[in-house]
C-alpha cells in the first residue's frame, strides 16, 4: 500500500499563494492517478483537483479553476498543488490521495493525513 505524506499548508493572507506537495512511498506511484481534496469545519470533504498518471491530463473542481494547478513529478514520487490568489473560503485541511484514473479518483485508494491551509481575509 502507497503511504503519502503531505506538505507545505500554513497561514497565508487572502490573495496570497502556497504550494502543497504530497511524497509517496513505494515504486508504483507512476501507475496511480493523484488527486487533492479538502475538508472545512464542519463540511464534507471535497475534490479539488486531480492529475493523470503521466501528467497530461487534469481535472478541476470549478472553485479552483484558474487559480489552483496540480502537476506532478513521477521521479520524485511527488505531486503538488500550486495555489494562487487564495481566498478566505480556501481554509481547510488538504488532503492528497491515489486513484485508479482522473475520472474515479474519489473512489479506492491511499490518503495522506492531511495539512493545514488558513487564508485570513
Known amino acids: 500500500q502507497v503511504q503519502l505524506v503531505e506538505s507545505g499548508g500554513g497561514l497565508v493572507q487572502a490573495g496570497g499563494s502556497l504550494r502543497l506537495s504530497c511524497t509517496a512511498s513505494g515504486r508504483t506511484f507512476s501507475s496511480y492517478a493523484m488527486g487533492w481534496f479538502r475538508q472545512a469545519p464542519g463540511k464534507e470533504r471535497e475534490f479539488v483537483a486531480a492529475?493523470?498518471?503521466?501528467?497530461?491530463?487534469?481535472l478541476y473542481a470549478d472553485s479552483v479553476k484558474g487559480r489552483f494547478t496540480i502537476s506532478r513529478d513521477n521521479a520524485k514520487n511527488t505531486v503538488y498543488l500550486q495555489m494562487n490568489s487564495l481566498k478566505p473560503e480556501d481554509t481547510a485541511v488538504y488532503y492528497c490521495k491515489t486513484g485508479p484514473n482522473i475520472a474515479t479518483i474519489s473512489s479506492f485508494g491511499s490518503w495522506g493525513q492531511g495539512t493545514q491551509v488558513t487564508v485570513s481575509s
Open positions: 492529475v493523470s498518471w503521466s501528467g497530461g491530463g487534469t
